[in-house]
C-alpha cells in the first residue's frame, strides 16, 4: 500500500525557518511530479510548489523566495521554508503523482497534513 507520510512541522517564531519532510513507501514503479500544498482555516487548500522526476521546480508566485522544494532521490521531497510569517500558518500537505505499476497511469497520493504555525 502506497503511503505518504510527512514531517518537520512544528511551532516558530515569525521570522524563523522550517524544513518539511515527505517520504513515500510501498511498492510503485514511478513517481512523477511531488508537490507540496497548504490550507489554512476556513481556507482552500492551495499550492506551495511542485518539483518534476527531472527536477524542475515551480512555486507560489507569493512564495518565490522563501519556500524552496528538492527532492533527494525519488521518493524523498522537502519544503525548506525562512522567512516564516504569521500567514504561513496552515496545515502542510505532501502529494505525489505515483505510477503504481507499469502500464497503468499515475494516481494522485496525499499525506496526512503537517502543521506549521508560526506565532507573531
Known amino acids: 500500500q502506497v503511503q505518504l507520510v510527512e514531517s518537520g512541522g512544528g511551532l516558530v517564531q515569525a521570522g524563523g525557518s522550517l524544513r518539511l519532510s515527505c517520504v513515500v513507501s510501498?511498492?510503485?514503479?514511478?513517481?512523477?511530479?511531488m508537490a507540496w500544498y497548504r490550507q489554512a482555516p476556513g481556507e482552500q487548500r492551495e499550492l506551495v510548489a511542485t518539483?518534476?522526476?527531472?527536477?524542475?521546480t515551480n512555486y507560489a508566485d507569493s512564495l518565490k523566495g522563501r519556500f524552496t522544494i528538492s527532492r533527494s532521490n525519488a521518493k524523498k521531497v522537502y519544503l525548506q521554508m525562512n522567512g516564516l510569517k504569521p500567514e504561513d500558518t496552515a496545515v502542510y500537505y505532501c502529494?505525489?503523482?505515483?505510477?503504481?505499476?507499469?502500464?497503468?497511469?499515475?494516481?494522485?497520493?496525499w499525506g496526512q497534513g503537517t502543521q506549521v504555525t508560526v506565532s507573531s
Open positions: 502529494n505525489a503523482a505515483i505510477i503504481e505499476s507499469w502500464p497503468r497511469g499515475p494516481n494522485d497520493y
Open positions: 510501498g511498492s510503485i514503479f514511478r513517481i512523477n511530479a
Open positions: 518539483i518534476t522526476s527531472g527536477g524542475s
